[in-house]
């Protein structure tokens, strides 16, 4: 049996039920036995006892089905990779269901789920063609390590259809393109459904990937809008509580599927059947939670956009973000991510990030809690100085991970801290914390 069988967890059945129907229900029973239990085992266990010699020799050879060990496959893990391919299969059209399906694998972390897909699917001499805006570790990955494999590595800036078009026509050995939209930090959108269409009409053989970290399944779903792979990182949104550092890949082409499941058996970037079980249950209130994400966002952003101490607001739900109008076509709201310059610099934000009391500073992000942290000497310290400028990663730039806690408090804890930088970027002696 191959790779892509033996490991498929969808239900196609739950594709018919609404958004938070699926969330709360898809996958709760794949690979459990009956049990009287409402919620699910944790089936926390490194291998699986065979019946007798023939059964473990059947499962090596994929001739029956059955949990082997756990990097090959685990109930807990397969649970939330049910749930994850029902949240981001909607509305994909599948041509030939016996073919074409959506299927999911968790990874160890997100950086686990970037580097296997390139490694999965990269071959030396192939082009990868990526956004100029990521997250730190996938730019120092595409950067440093995929060219010692002979994959070549160009930035291409995806939110312009133009460059995306250039970049295809002038690398014709591109196997993958791959981009965040919303960008980390700069919160930059790009067109999905264009890219996939340009890129499918000039090079068919090139993979389209979407890091939909920030945005979740609640928000965009790539595959129906042309992509082929969704990456996330399940450290952020899509677990919620900030209990796990997880990765995503799914897909709707089981070839893709059965390499990137030959290169997690391989490499080993398998994630803990625990922390799959607390994936699963964040993923059962992902809508709830997003929509409050959304809405407190919205309200800070317009705050901080009329305060005297703040520069710019980065934020797709702003009328003045330029893709806003690409925001209100390609999501359904506008996320719980704002960075935002503060004016003064390093010194400034600095004062800033030192006088919160609701808000922590700390890196990650998609927290039930508001977090916020500086990308150029955080997240995004290991991109050059001259790449973060170019990315306009300035060094008053905030990323704020808006929380659930009643609005008003987020308000009053930035307002609180802006007050804390005087004009010229020191800390105003008069505000004591
Ligand atoms: C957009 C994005 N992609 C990928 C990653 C990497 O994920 P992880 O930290 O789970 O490895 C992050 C981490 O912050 C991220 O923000």
Known sequence: MEDSKRKDAISQFYLKYGFATRCLHAGEKVGQPKSKAHTNAIYQTSTFIFDDAEEGADLFAQKREGFVYTRMGNPTVMVAEAKLNSLEGRDVKLA??????????????????????????????????????????????????????????????TTKLENVEHAIRLNPKARMIFFETPTNPMLDLSDIEEISKIVKSVNPDCLVAVDNTFATAYLQNPLSLGADIVMHSTTKYLSGHGTIVGGALTTKHDWVKDALYKTMKDFGPCPSPFDCWLLNLGMKTLPIRMEKHCQNAKEVAKFLEKHPKVEKVYFPGLPSHPHYELAKKQMRDFGGMISFDVKGGYAAAQAVMNHVHVISLAVSLGCVDSLFQHPASMTHASMSPESRKACGIGEGLIRLSVGIEEVEDIIADLDHALHAVDKAGHVSPSVMT
């Open 96 to 157: 030939d269901p016996e073919h074409v399906r959506v299927s999911s694998l968790l990874f160890s972390s997100g950086m686990g789920a970037t580097s296997s897909l390139a490694m999965a699917l990269l071959n030396p001499g192939d082009a990868l063609l990526r956004g100029t805006v990521l997250y730190g570790s996938s730019d120092h990955f595409f950067n440093d390590v995929l060219p010692r494999h002979n994959v070549k590595n160009v930035l291409v800036d």
